[in-house]
T-cell receptor, first 113, second 108 residues
Framework: AAGVIQSPRHLIKEKRETATLKCYPI?????VYWYQQGPGQDPQFLIS???????DKGSIPDRFSAQQFSDYHSELNMSSLELGDSALYFC????????????FGPGTRLTVT | DAKTTQPTSMDCAEGRAANLPCNHS???????VYWYRQIHSQGPQYIIH???NNETNEMASLIITEDRKSSTLILPHATLRDTAVYYC?????????FGTGTRLKVLA
């Protein structure tokens, strides 16, 4: 079965640079979620989109922005990167909301040096 | 803050049932209980979810108490590959709030 695709899988950036992470949801899924997992920490919700509209927002820094496109893929843009942004970034998708379970991608490991 | 409380860690012998408890005493009527697991640094893997009835699938069983304030995930025959961090999540909205989870170690 098709899964959530994230690219790139690994990314190395320097401080103050910009990074763009991409997420391709499972076909027919219309909702996308972004989570950040720092070293030794649990995943933290960043933001979600339903039918291309922002549906919820968590502890996402102002330096980060995201959007969902007409083909339902999503991009997380991160500017003025800081060392503390080094983390695993997971994208998840679901069909609809409420009781529909989320399926997670393999993650993008971002390292900021 | 997470709405769930789980033991920090548990051990289980291979081949035995693993019973992972979760307390969610503040759960609302429209909130579901979801269980995920994360093996090393892989993406969290969906296991099972339920509203108020017990549920079973090919991976596990979910037992929810009648008052819905707690639940138990049961892995009927644990294998070494079930060693992971198990997260119990209560949600009725667009987002999951992860707690600290239970680190399950399956012993040979």
């Amino acid at each position: 079965a098709a899964g959530v695709i994230q690219s790139p899988r690994h990314l190395i950036k320097e401080k103050r640079e910009t990074a763009t992470l991409k997420c391709y949801p499972i076909p027919r899924h219309d909702t996308v979620y972004w989570y950040q997992q720092g070293p030794g920490q649990d995943p933290q919700f960043l933001i979600s989109f339903y039918e291309k509209m922002q549906s919820d927002k968590g502890s996402i820094p102002d330096r980060f922005s995201a959007q969902q496109f007409s083909d339902y893929h999503s991009e997380l843009n991160m500017s003025s990167l800081e060392l503390g942004d080094s983390a695993l970034y997971f994208c998840a998708s679901s069909y609809g909301t409420s009781s529909y379970e989320q399926y997670f991608g393999p993650g993008t490991r971002l390292t900021v040096t | 803050d997470a709405k769930t409380t789980q033991p920090t860690s548990m051990d289980c012998a291979e081949g035995r049932a693993a019973n992972l408890p979760c307390n969610h005493s503040t759960i609302s009527g429209n909130e579901y209980v979801y269980w995920y697991r994360q093996i090393h640094s892989q993406g969290p893997q969906y296991i099972i979810h339920g509203l108020k009835n017990n549920e079973t699938n090919e991976m596990a069983s979910l037992i929810i108490t009648e008052d819905r304030k707690s639940s138990t995930l049961i892995l009927p025959h644990a294998t070494l590959r079930d060693t992971a961090v198990y997260y119990c999540i209560v949600s009725g909205t667009y987002k999951y709030i992860f707690g600290t989870g239970t680190r399950l170690k399956v012993l040979a």
